[in-house]
Structures are given as structure tokens and as C-alpha cells.
Nanobody, 126 residues
Framework: QLQLVESGGGLVQPGGSLRLSCAAS????????IGWFRQAPGKEREGVSC????????NYADSVKGRFTISRDNAKNTVYLQMNSLKPEDTAIYYC???????????????????WGQGTQVTVSS
């Protein structure tokens, strides 16, 4: 079965950190652009960060630049999102997605993907 599984979400205080993981099973992520997206209650889904298949090119939403870092370990078939200096407005369900043939900019803007994970909840609250 081909799937993406996110983990690492939870409840954290403002200013805290979390690291999300996105692991693939049933296929290799080597040739896929990977994106992290989030959706807060009552809001549309937005692209948070995307990374090219080689890991050499990344893209970030303005709201997370300087606080979030996307990375990948193709040997482990896993992509990560390190989130620092978290704010209450970062609260959302975070999804990872995999798409072949898209640039990081296109993927983060268009939000289309061959595969989607089930999502992991991130709550930032005191």
C-alpha cells in the first residue's frame, strides 16, 4: 500500500519547537517534490514549505520564513519539518504530500499532489 504517514505533532507553548516527520511506505520519495501544507479551522489549506527531490531547493511561506526548516533524508525515505518559535497562529493540521515533476514553487502554490498523508495536529497554546 502506497502511503505517507506524518508524525510529531502535539501541543506546545508559544515559542516552543516541534519536528514533524513524513515517512513514505510502498514507494520511494527519491524522485518526488515534497510539500508540507496546513489547514486551520475555517481557513483554506496553505502551502507551508516544499523541497525538491534532491533537497537542494526549498520554498517557504512568508509566515514561516526564518522559523521553519524543511529537510529530507532519502536514505530513510523521510522528510522533516523543524518548527521553531511557534506561534498560536501556527495551530493547524499539518499534511505532507508528494508530487513528481513539479517545482517547489509550483507545488506549494498549487497544492496538488500524487499522494497525501492523513495529517497531524499541531496546537500552539499556553
Amino acid at each position: 500500500q502506497l502511503q505517507l504517514v506524518e508524525s510529531g505533532g502535539g501541543l506546545v507553548q508559544p515559542g516552543g519547537s516541534l519536528r514533524l516527520s513524513c515517512a513514505a511506505s510502498g514507494f520511494t520519495l527519491d524522485y518526488y517534490t515534497i510539500g508540507w501544507f496546513r489547514q486551520a479551522p475555517g481557513k483554506e489549506r496553505e502551502g507551508v514549505s516544499c523541497i525538491s527531490s534532491s533537497g537542494g531547493i526549498t520554498n517557504y511561506a512568508d509566515s514561516v520564513k526564518g522559523r521553519f526548516t524543511i529537510s529530507r533524508d532519502n536514505a530513510k525515505n523521510t522528510v522533516y519539518l523543524q518548527m521553531n518559535s511557534l506561534k498560536p497562529e501556527d495551530t493547524a493540521i499539518y499534511y505532507c504530500a508528494a508530487q513528481r515533476g513539479f517545482t517547489v514553487q509550483a507545488m506549494c502554490v498549487m497544492g496538488t499532489a500524487d499522494y497525501w498523508g492523513q495529517g497531524t495536529q499541531v496546537t500552539v497554546s499556553s
